[in-house]
């Protein structure tokens, strides 16, 4: 039988379901692996063309083509999966470990690659230039260091995070051009793939809460229960638009 838990979300429904029992062997010391889907609760919305004029972009794809003008701040599929949604579980006094590399974001034919990522606090992101043109990352954080640097054609740079922070990276060569880096102090976290699916591994029995933020749709919360034997339900996390203010 279904069962369904209503969240507290900020300013937007968030309702997380068990969908569909999934039987696993005994937790080990690692733990299991949480499997889910976030979507958008509504019709599908439109998707909204950037605003990339001709001489904007002028040098930007050297093979001809045009520059990707789907603005990517709100990707909904067929099935109302909701991509670019960060999932993070609260596991108590979970230590999270910094990466040895740095996580890679591009700028290539005049966008950011890819337009969300999840850093580990502490840990580096390595901005790259693909173009032949000209770009700057300009960063405004509340709770990290800002910067602007300019990149030159093939250039790189790396940058290190040193505390949990959502940071909008924007060019402003390119003003269309916009990325998130979000920085985590939770070791149990993913990034929805395009149908909205995620899976977070390596997370011990316990019941935890659950965290989900997209950068339209804000934030949200729950429960997952894993039980002792290493059982546990898929979720299925739901993320509504804010409402107008009348």
């Known amino acids: 039988m279904k069962t369904a838990l209503v969240l507290v979300p900020s300013a937007l429904l968030v309702v997380l379901a068990a969908v569909s029992a999934q039987d696993a062997a005994p937790a080990p010391a690692k733990g299991v692996k949480v499997t889910g889907r976030v979507l958008y609760d509504g019709p599908k919305p439109e998707v909204k063309p950037l605003s990339v004029t001709t001489d904007q972009a002028k040098g930007c794809c050297a093979d001809g083509s045009n520059v990707d003008a789907v603005d990517p701040s709100l990707l909904v599929d067929a099935t109302n999966g909701l991509k670019n949604a960060v999932v993070e579980i609260d596991v108590k006094d979970a230590k999270i470990a910094i990466p040895k590399e740095p996580i890679v974001v591009d700028q290539r034919k005049c966008v950011f690659d890819p337009h969300v ?130």
Request: hydrophobic residues 40%; aromatic residues 8%; proline residues 5%.
């Open 117 to 246: 990522v999840i850093v580990p606090a502490g840990g580096a992101v390595r901005f790259l230039n693909s173009d032949g043109v000209a770009h700057n990352v300009r960063a405004q954080s509340l709770k990290n260091d800002s910067f602007n640097k300019t990149m030159a054609p093939g250039g790189k740079d790396e940058v290190v995070f040193a505390n949990a922070d959502k940071i909008k990276i924007n060019c402003d060569y390119h003003p269309w051009m916009s990325n998130w880096v979000y920085v985590t102090d939770k070791p149990f976290h993913a990034l929805t793939s395009a149908d909205g699916s995620f899976g977070v591994e390596g997370v011990p029995a316990g019941t935890w809460k659950v965290k989900v933020w997209h950068e339209t749709l804000g934030r949200g919360e729950g429960e997952v229960t894993i039980s002792a034997d290493g059982k546990v339900s898929a979720l299925e996390l739901k993320l509504a638009p804010k409402k107008k203010k009348a």
